[in-house]
């Protein structure tokens, strides 16, 4: 399978605790974007990396969150002290760094935060 | 912040029926994707529409792109069960930095 992959596929946490998720991006793309995805919502940009160098991190929705991309390849998104309000879908895509190309989802993570 | 609309928001029509679902914005995109997603899971890739007029049809669904790159619109003939999910436009910024989603149009197809 060469499309984007994501694991876990679910997380449940309780409240406080940290979580990271994974993604592996399609080997040939050199841009990876987060986003998370609440019911019924259109996804919600977060953050992106052009090979490891992070372009776009303002959209974070706060301090606990951070993502890394230190090889350039996989990435992965932590979550500090989750609350209950992070409970969602996290979806990573990736895509070639040419303006207009498409980008290509995982399966996402669902977070539970209880 | 590029924000794209979609209309209707939610759609519930018979088998056999067609449908028209929109996405709208007041920028201009260098392209814009559509794409379907199914409950608990991401978003699958339908199309990409690069130029302003562009049609592009798949099978049972026809895509436009306005010709001023702002909009685009999905035809759907003959709705089949199969074609229940949330149907989503996104449009990539000229510098192809991000894309944005629309707020998505949930489409119930019953049998």
């Known amino acids: 399978d060469t499309g984007v992959s994501q694991n876990p596929r679910h997380k449940i946490t309780k409240r406080g605790q940290n979580v990271t998720f994974r993604c592996d991006p399609i080997?040939?793309?050199?841009?990876l974007y987060w986003y998370r995805q609440t019911l019924g919502q259109g996804p919600e940009f977060l953050t992106y990396?052009?090979?490891?160098?992070?372009?776009?991190k303002s959209r974070l929705l706060s301090d606990r969150f951070s993502a890394e991309r230190p090889k350039g390849s996989f990435s992965t998104l932590e979550i500090q002290r989750t609350e209950q309000g992070d409970s969602a879908m996290y979806l990573c895509?990736?895509?070639?760094?040419?303006?207009?190309?498409?980008?290509?989802f995982g399966q996402g993570t669902r977070l539970t935060v209880v | 912040t590029q924000l794209l609309e979609q209309s209707p928001q939610f759609l519930s029509i018979q088998e056999g029926e067609n449908l028209t679902v929109y996405c709208n914005s007041s920028?201009?995109?260098?392209?814009l994707q559509w794409y379907r997603q199914e409950p608990g899971e991401g978003p699958v890739l339908l199309v990409t529409?690069?130029?302003?007029?562009e049609v592009k049809k798949l099978k049972r669904l026809t895509f436009q792109f306005g010709d001023a790159r702002k909009d685009s619109s999905l035809h759907i003939t003959a709705a089949q069960p199969g074609d229940t999910g949330l149907y989503l436009c996104?449009?990539?910024?000229?510098?192809?930095?991000?894309?944005?989603f629309g707020t998505g149009t949930s489409l119930t197809v019953i049998p």
């Open positions: 080997s040939e793309h050199n841009r």
């Open positions: 920028s201009v995109f260098s392209s």
């Open positions: 990396f052009q090979n490891e160098a992070q372009l776009e």
């Open positions: 529409v690069v130029t302003g007029g």
């Open positions: 996104a449009g990539s910024s000229n510098t192809g930095n991000q894309f944005y």
């Open positions: 895509a990736s895509s070639f760094p040419v303006m207009g190309t498409e980008a290509f």
